[in-house]
T-cell receptor
Framework: QKEVEQDPGPLSVPEGAIVSLNCTYS??????FMWYRQYSRKGPELLMY????GNKEDGRFTAQVDKSSKYISLFIRDSQPSDSATYLC??????????FGSGTRLQVQP | DAGVIQSPRHEVTEMGQEVTLRCKPI?????LFWYRQTMMRGLELLIY????????DSGMPEDRFSAKMPNASFSTLKIQPSEPRDSAVYFC????????????FGEGSRLTVL
């Protein structure tokens, strides 16, 4: 079993749609849960991070963590063409090195 | 404030040649990471340094790969000899010592080995 599972997509949605991106994980030692966004031909950049189970909201983005199910989600409301990118979930045990999902490619059609 | 700087951005080489990728981390960051990204395997950690000392190199694929960090502002990743399966985007990232784990990535070095 892989440590992190993430659907690679691609996921294509119309502008204005609500997008749901998900990852499952198996390592109980993961303490911090993050979402990175990677535009084409660029390095990943941190979008959101959270420590505890529950929801964290930042503008149009909501990160959700369910530690009991080992499942994290990222919701994007009112999606825009500028949200088109690859979204990678990432996990941190405190060992200073992140474990990344393989990424989900999102395309928002205008 | 300059971000993580990598060079070259693109490298095309022939099998058997030596490849050297370079990275300048953000000033003041204590940790430096080398990741490799491919379609098949996603983003994989190769090695990371803390205060210029290699901490974990268990992700380095084989002896053909080596990494050094001679000082706080420079690191290299070397592949010798290179093989077509080494074709990937290699990212360098750095972080200040903090518990949240926010990595700052460079723009990557895209390597193609023919």
């Amino acid at each position: 079993q892989k440590e992190v599972e993430q659907d690679p997509g691609p996921l294509s949605v119309p502008e204005g749609a609500i997008v749901s991106l998900n990852c499952t994980y198996s390592n109980s030692a993961f303490q911090y849960f993050m979402w990175y966004r990677q535009y084409s031909r660029k390095g990943p950049e941190l979008l959101m991070y959270t420590y505890s189970s529950g929801n964290k909201e930042d503008g149009r983005f909501t990160a959700q963590v369910d530690k009991s199910s080992k499942y994290i989600s990222l919701f994007i409301r009112d999606s825009q063409p500028s949200d088109s990118a690859t979204y990678l979930c990432a996990f941190y045990t405190g060992r200073r090195a992140l474990t990344f999902g393989s990424g989900t490619r999102l395309q928002v059609q205008p | 404030d300059a971000g993580v700087i990598q060079s070259p951005r693109h490298e095309v080489t022939e099998m058997g040649q030596e490849v050297t990728l370079r990275c300048k981390p953000i000033s003041g960051h204590d940790y430096l990471f080398w990741y490799r990204q491919t379609m098949m395997r996603g983003l994989e950690l190769l090695i990371y340094f803390n205060n210029n000392v290699p901490i974990d190199d268990s992700g380095m694929p084989e002896d053909r790969f080596s990494a050094k960090m001679p000082n706080a502002s420079f690191s290299t990743l070397k592949i010798q000899p290179s093989e077509p399966r080494d074709s990937a985007v290699y990212f360098c990232a750095s972080i200040r010592d903090n518990p949240t784990g926010e990595l700052f990535f460079g723009e990557g070095s895209r390597l193609t080995v023919l």
